[in-house]
């Protein structure tokens, strides 16, 4: 399921993103 891996993939996703846009990420994406 997506809502019970999102902790995983937001993980993953932050690891990948760069310094900056794991900011972008988060405030559209998890939050």
Do not use: C, T
């Not at 891996?5 to 994406?29: H, M, T, W, Y």
Request: charge should be positive.
């Amino acid at each position: 399921g997506r809502a019970m891996g999102r902790r995983s993939d937001v993980r993953k996703a932050f690891v990948s993103l760069k310094p900056g846009q794991e900011i972008n990420f988060v405030a559209g994406g998890a939050a």
